[in-house]
């Protein structure tokens, strides 16, 4: 699995995100709450520095509630802040606003003891592809979206929004490029949807979405597909067979369309519709560092 999916992009990115750094007072890593560990850049700590930053559990609706737990007790340990968030519905945006004060505050106190004017808190998002960047700054903006560049006499141009009368947003979100060397990083971004489809071989995808689902949720794939399977016995093939039985993905001499099939169990994951889950946990950091 080493296909080069993000060409050229990683050194860029961070070049671009180090330059907007000397500008905000906080930073906001947006992951997926379903694949915390994959959809973190592995450079993150070197880019981010000293930098004040708060963690968000995106698609949080979506994944299982007790290893989000876990995760944000993981993040607690190593002193960050981790928050769950939608960033569709808004819930968490007001702890998130929350804690943007909080982790400023020292900010804020040091520039009153100097005797300076108040101003705005300012914050970046950054985040993978497809993790919820513009949802949630959508979400802070709504649509009374003032873009505060706008004020004459700011010859920044348009690049800050105004959140509340508080705190200012980086109109553009960074972009970070997923550690893509890693065998099991690449297939949960492909499952979340964080890498084009147009370069998957979906039908591979869903195989090995089915291994992974067999092993940690098999209560989930008997319950949506109706199946009756011993999962410690069986092979992946066979659950996949015992699916397009079920959902009538054959061809018409009655082999299986694998293609079909492969779509319809990956939008099921996508869309929640196999429930809350989450495929990686914090005890398992240690044997994906290598
Ligand atoms: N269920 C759920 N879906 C979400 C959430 N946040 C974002 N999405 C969906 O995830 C997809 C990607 O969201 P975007 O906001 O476009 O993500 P992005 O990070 O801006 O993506 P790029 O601009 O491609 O890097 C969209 O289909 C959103 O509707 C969430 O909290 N829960
Ligand atoms: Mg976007």
């Given at each position: 699995m080493h296909i080069n999916w993000y060409p050229g992009h990683m050194k860029k990115t961070k070049e671009l995100i180090q330059g907007h750094l000397?500008?905000?007072d906080v930073v906001v890593e947006l992951l997926d709450a379903r694949i915390p560990i994959s959809s973190r850049n592995p450079q993150i700590d070197e880019i981010l520095g000293q930098k004040p930053r708060i963690v968000l559990m995106n698609k949080?609706?979506?994944?299982?509630q007790r290893i989000l737990k876990d995760w944000i007790d993981y993040f607690k340990e190593q002193g960050i802040v981790a928050i769950p968030i939608n960033s569709i519905s808004g819930d968490g945006v007001k702890d998130l606003l929350k804690q943007v004060k909080i982790e400023t505050k020292p900010l804020l106190d040091k520039l009153k003891a100097q005797g300076r004017a108040t101003r705005a808190i300012r914050m970046m998002i950054v985040g993978i592809p497809n993790v919820g960047k513009s949802s949630l700054i959508n979400k802070l903006v709504g649509?009374?979206?003032?873009?505060?560049?706008?004020?004459?006499?700011?010859?920044?141009?348009?690049?800050w929004i105004r959140v509340r009368d508080d705190i200012e947003l980086f109109d553009t979100p960074g972009i970070l490029w997923p550690k893509i060397d890693d065998k099991e990083a690449g297939l949960n971004l492909a499952f979340t949807g964080?890498?084009?489809?147009?370069?998957?071989?979906i039908e591979d995808i869903a195989f090995e979405l089915i291994k992974r689902l067999m092993k940690r949720y098999p209560d989930v794939l008997t319950k949506r597909y109706d199946l009756e399977m011993d999962f410690e016995t069986v092979e992946p093939i066979e659950v996949l067979d015992a699916i397009a039985k079920k959902r009538n993905c054959?061809?018409?001499?009655?082999?299986?369309?694998y293609f079909k099939l492969g779509k319809l169990i990956i939008t099921d994951f996508r869309n929640g519709r196999l429930g809350h889950l989450t495929l990686?946990?914090?005890?398992e950091m240690d044997q994906r560092n290598g």
């Open positions: 000397k500008l905000v949080f609706d979506l994944c299982d649509k009374k979206a003032t873009r505060t560049g706008n004020k004459p006499g700011v010859t920044k141009g348009k690049q964080a890498i084009n489809d147009d370069t998957l071989i054959l061809e018409r001499n009655k082999d299986v369309d990686e946990k914090p005890s």
